[in-house]
């Protein structure tokens, strides 16, 4: 009798254990569960962010006919524009009559594989590059306040251009774009060509004499 007395106390003793042990176990394995999801919703945005979202906005451009260099997950495409110019730099091929050929002979190459416009990307901004006179005269006669710079320029440019219209969206591009147009007035422009003349002539006169 006393053995099983003995072995009912242990038992009565050992149940709280035995249920914080599977209560523990239980958590383990629920936390098990969790982990990947806690985990796998961080790398899915990161994911969505530097890939899918630029990708489907490639997609778009792509049917409409818009190509482009294919780029890299981190990088875009500035590996590439950092091999064409040290290319270019070695072979010489730079033209200095052309800044665009010294500082951005990538857009040249890029245009006669893509067209006029193209679409590249600089890791997580993706820009359309457009030549085609006929589309940039299109979009300076575009007044709507939408049709602005994106945000990094605003920020990054900021010091140099401040608010004006070059950099300036919305409510602010209007303004400026109400302050500077009467200077684009032909009455203006052709004051300007009057008063550019007078100073020109006795410039060049002067240079003439002097040659």
């Not at 260099?69 to 730099?89: D, S």
């Not at 010294?102 to 893509?114: Q, V």
Request: net charge positive; charged share 20%; aromatic share 10%.
């Amino acid at each position: 009798m006393n053995k099983v007395a003995t072995y009912r106390i242990y038992l009565t003793r050992s149940l709280p254990s035995l249920s914080y042990s599977v209560c523990l176990m239980e958590k383990l394995h629920l936390l098990a569960l969790l982990l990947p999801i806690l985990l796998g919703l961080p790398l899915l945005y990161i994911w969505d962010i530097l890939w899918m979202r630029p990708e489907r906005l490639r997609k778009k451009l792509r049917k409409q006919g818009v190509r482009g260099p294919r780029p890299t997950l981190f990088y875009g495409n500035t590996q590439e524009m950092k091999r064409i110019r040290q290319e270019a730099v070695s072979a010489q091929k730079q033209d200095t009559s052309n800044y665009i050929s010294t500082l951005f002979p990538h857009f040249l190459i890029w245009r006669e594989t893509y067209g006029s416009v193209f679409h590249y990307s600089t890791g997580a901004v993706e820009i359309l590059f457009v030549s085609d006179p006929g589309m940039v005269k299109d979009m300076s006669h575009c007044t709507s306040s939408e049709l602005g710079k994106p945000i990094y320029i605003q920020k990054s440019r900021k010091p140099l251009f401040g608010e004006g219209i070059l950099v300036s969206n919305g409510d602010i591009w209007a303004y400026q774009r109400k302050v500077i147009a009467p200077e684009f007035f032909m009455e203006k422009i052709k004051g300007h060509d009057r008063t550019n003349r007078g100073g020109f002539c006795p410039t060049a006169r002067s240079m003439g004499e002097h040659a």
